[in-house]
């Protein structure tokens, strides 16, 4: 199973921007995804998650700013980045709580999966 994000790239202060990542591979099912960053010279750190449910959870310097959601039949995460800041600049990774299907009938098994990361840059 493999995530793909994508849409990162520049923006101006007060900007938008949209991320996104896709599952793929022998995915049965996707239970919680999420957003973390890693910020030059800092630890990565969660950004927001969502259930399949959709019930989204965000750290206290994005709420009000971003808004995450999912698509459970296209197994996708996005993250609509409004109003963004310099402190926003990171690399952005996508995760996954991926239950993998095992080929020939063997079952299913938890898999906590990772994107590659999309570069975010916010400055003017």
């Known amino acids: 199973v493999q995530l793909q994000a994508s849409g990162g790239g520049l923006v101006q202060p007060g900007g938008s921007l949209r991320l996104s990542c896709a599952a793929s591979?022998?995915?049965?099912?996707?239970?919680?995804m999420g957003w973390h960053r890693q910020a030059p010279g800092r630890q990565r750190e969660l950004v927001a998650t969502?259930?399949?449910?959709?019930?989204?959870n965000y750290a206290d310097s994005v709420e009000g700013r971003f808004i995450i959601s999912r698509d459970n039949l296209n197994d996708k995460v996005f993250l609509q980045m409004n109003n963004v800041q310099p402190e926003d600049t990171a690399v952005y990774y996508c995760?996954?709580?991926?239950?993998?299907?095992?080929?020939?009938?063997?079952?299913?098994?938890?898999?906590?999966?990772w994107g590659q990361g999309t570069q975010v840059t916010v400055s003017s």
């Open positions: 969502i259930t399949r449910g959709g019930l989204p």
């Open positions: 591979g022998s995915i049965f099912s996707i239970s919680r």
């Open positions: 995760q996954a709580d991926v239950f993998v299907s095992v080929p020939g009938g063997g079952g299913v098994y938890e898999q906590d999966t």
